[in-house]
């Protein structure tokens, strides 16, 4: 990989580091909502009808009584039981993956697609789309590798209540290490297959479609190389990302809150669901979804734009000074 693709990568990694803890605050309570809903009913089954063998009617069990129900609902469900600060459960740990996840996803995607586009692109049918799919799923699979523990305790923060008896949890270092004293250190990986499919589609998803989307919007024209081109390439990412990884996303939180046992494996996680459920049962929570990562992309790609600006413009000042040295 040459210099100046290696250059750019550590621009763009610094850039990321600046706009991640931002963007986080934002999606927090919307990540929050979105695992509640995505949880709610686990273990669940439609109850047959059965016959009472003295009066010989139909006997019907109630279904179980729905907690939340939407997002304004959840959140005020969560104010009311839990108390308001409930609503920012599992921040700490959600900052620390996105300083280890995002920085390395999206810091690194320039360098490794430059690298395949000069290695592999010329072999590969429609080489342009294809290696940005592959540098989307590479740093996205390479990004949770290194994120997995910090995900799983964000995962179990903010699935437990605080009106539900003793906390299992009581901050992120904590979770941490009881998660390796009662499930061992690979406890802290758990569910890393579906998350890292979930993250390679959803990294493929939205960086390539804003990738494209932005190349597209300014070779036809419409707009220019600008902060409402941005917008709009950001804005179709999230909703892509969003439609295509909802299922891995639901069987993902599903296994990794789940207790040891629980599950046989990610694929058990997803029939049971679909019995519990049926096919819906995989879009639970698609509402908050789309608005997390929605809020997230958009936020994210116009700092992520604006910065890398300043950056090439400051490196650009840089190289003239030297020159005229």
Same mark, same amino acid.
């Given at each position: 990989m040459c210099w100046n693709s290696c250059l750019y990568g550590r621009y763009d990694y610094v850039s990321l580091r600046h706009c991640q803890s931002t963007t986080k605050d934002i999606s927090s309570l919307i990540s929050l909502i979105r695992l509640k809903i995505q949880l709610q009913g686990e273990g669940s089954k439609v109850a047959k009808p059965k016959t009472s063998p003295i009066t010989k009617t139909i006997v019907r069990k109630s279904p179980k009584e729905v907690r939340y129900n939407g997002m304004v609902g959840t959140i005020s469900t969560i104010a009311r039981q839990e108390g308001p600060r409930a609503l920012y459960n599992g921040l700490n740990a959600g900052l620390q993956r996105q300083m280890s996840f995002a920085s390395v996803r999206i810091g690194l995607y320039d360098s490794v697609k430059q690298y395949y586009q000069s290695?592999?692109?010329? *072999?590969? =049918?429609?080489?342009?789309? $294809?290696? %940005?799919i592959l540098a989307g799923m590479t740093t996205g699979a390479m990004a949770i590798m290194v994120a997995q523990p910090t995900d799983v305790v964000k995962v179990r923060l903010q699935a437990q209540t605080n009106n539900s008896g003793p906390k299992r949890y009581h901050g992120a270092f904590h979770a941490y290490k009881t998660i390796v004293k009662t499930d061992g250190v690979k406890g802290l990986w758990r569910g890393t297959? =579906?998350?890292?499919? %979930?993250? @390679?589609? $959803?990294?493929? @998803? #939205?960086?390539?479609?804003? +990738?494209?989307t932005k190349e597209k919007i300014i070779a036809m024209k419409l707009l220019s190389d600008s902060l409402p081109c941005h917008f709009v390439s950001a804005f179709c990412a999230g909703f892509i990302a969003t439609c295509v990884a909802s299922p891995v996303d639901v069987v993902k939180? %599903?296994?990794?809150?789940?207790?040891?046992?629980? &599950?046989?494996? @990610?694929? +058990?996680?997803?029939?049971?669901?679909?019995? #519990? !459920?049926?096919?819906?049962?995989? &879009?639970? !929570?698609? *509402? =908050?979804s789309f608005m997390r990562l929605g809020s997230w992309n958009v936020f994210m790609f116009i700092f992520y734009e604006q910065l890398k600006k300043q950056v090439m413009l400051h490196r650009q000042q840089q190289q003239q000074q030297v020159q005229v040295m």
């Amino acid at each position: 990989m040459c210099w100046n693709s290696c250059l750019y990568g550590r621009y763009d990694y610094v850039s990321l580091r600046h706009c991640q803890s931002t963007t986080k605050d934002i999606s927090s309570l919307i990540s929050l909502i979105r695992l509640k809903i995505q949880l709610q009913g686990e273990g669940s089954k439609v109850a047959k009808p059965k016959t009472s063998p003295i009066t010989k009617t139909i006997v019907r069990k109630s279904p179980k009584e729905v907690r939340y129900n939407g997002m304004v609902g959840t959140i005020s469900t969560i104010a009311r039981q839990e108390g308001p600060r409930a609503l920012y459960n599992g921040l700490n740990a959600g900052l620390q993956r996105q300083m280890s996840f995002a920085s390395v996803r999206i810091g690194l995607y320039d360098s490794v697609k430059q690298y395949y586009q000069s290695g592999v692109a010329h *072999t590969l =049918p429609g080489g342009g789309v $294809i290696t %940005r799919i592959l540098a989307g799923m590479t740093t996205g699979a390479m990004a949770i590798m290194v994120a997995q523990p910090t995900d799983v305790v964000k995962v179990r923060l903010q699935a437990q209540t605080n009106n539900s008896g003793p906390k299992r949890y009581h901050g992120a270092f904590h979770a941490y290490k009881t998660i390796v004293k009662t499930d061992g250190v690979k406890g802290l990986w758990r569910g890393t297959l =579906p998350n890292v499919t %979930r993250n @390679a589609v $959803i990294n493929s @998803a #939205e960086l390539v479609v804003y +990738d494209v989307t932005k190349e597209k919007i300014i070779a036809m024209k419409l707009l220019s190389d600008s902060l409402p081109c941005h917008f709009v390439s950001a804005f179709c990412a999230g909703f892509i990302a969003t439609c295509v990884a909802s299922p891995v996303d639901v069987v993902k939180t %599903r296994f990794m809150n789940s207790s040891k046992g629980q &599950y046989t494996g @990610a694929i +058990d996680c997803a029939v049971k669901m679909y019995k #519990e !459920g049926g096919a819906k049962s995989f &879009y639970k !929570g698609f *509402t =908050p979804s789309f608005m997390r990562l929605g809020s997230w992309n958009v936020f994210m790609f116009i700092f992520y734009e604006q910065l890398k600006k300043q950056v090439m413009l400051h490196r650009q000042q840089q190289q003239q000074q030297v020159q005229v040295m």
